[in-house]
């Protein structure tokens, strides 16, 4: 059985590295970021990832059907059994088409829902910081101001559903992610270990 850990947040709120650090010190924790998928697939240069591209430089969210196989298939290869997803869900159609999908697997339990809460003025500062301190070339297409207005507003229209529809079923977790982050790793990394 996997157990499933989605991880939410805003763009800046810091959950892909928590949770890629969790996993890095945990050898029974996998972990996926869903933006990391989607750039190494418009890394490939497939089709798919021109797709892909067109979507993400805009700050928009890429098309149903992607998101799911993406993260249905990084479920399915994962090799343990404790699966750590950030980025998922960021609609209400991602959250209901994900609830459908894991109430017919047998093999899928999902564990947790982790909020990982900044504010929109500390997640635009650390934002618009990245994009100062990046190397040149090193910069993400979507770090620019205008893109972050898009992204925060995207991940703020359905979070207000989405916690709601998840403190129903006895899911979700807040983590305050204002804090250093060898403190928000030590809350996350307690957390995941009391449920697996
Ligand atoms: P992130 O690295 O999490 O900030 O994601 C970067 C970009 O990848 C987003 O702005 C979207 O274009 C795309 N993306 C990531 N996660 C999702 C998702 N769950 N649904 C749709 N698009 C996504």
Redesign the pocket.
Known sequence: MKKLFLIIGA?GSG??TDASIIAENNANIVHY????M??EEVASGSDLGKE?ES??T???????K??VDT?VSAINNAPVDNVLI??????EE?MTAFDALVSKEDNIELTSVIEVRVTEACARERILGRRAEAAPGEE?A?DSEE?FND?MG?YTGPLAAIQRFYTDKELLTIINGERTLEEVVAEMQTFVSGKI
Do not use: E, F, H, N
């Open positions: 763009p959950k892909t970021s869903t933006g990391d989607l750039r892909i979507y993400i805009k700050g928009a969210l890429v098309p149903l992607i998101i993260i950030d980025g998922y869900p960021r609609s991602q993400r979507d893109v992204r995207i």
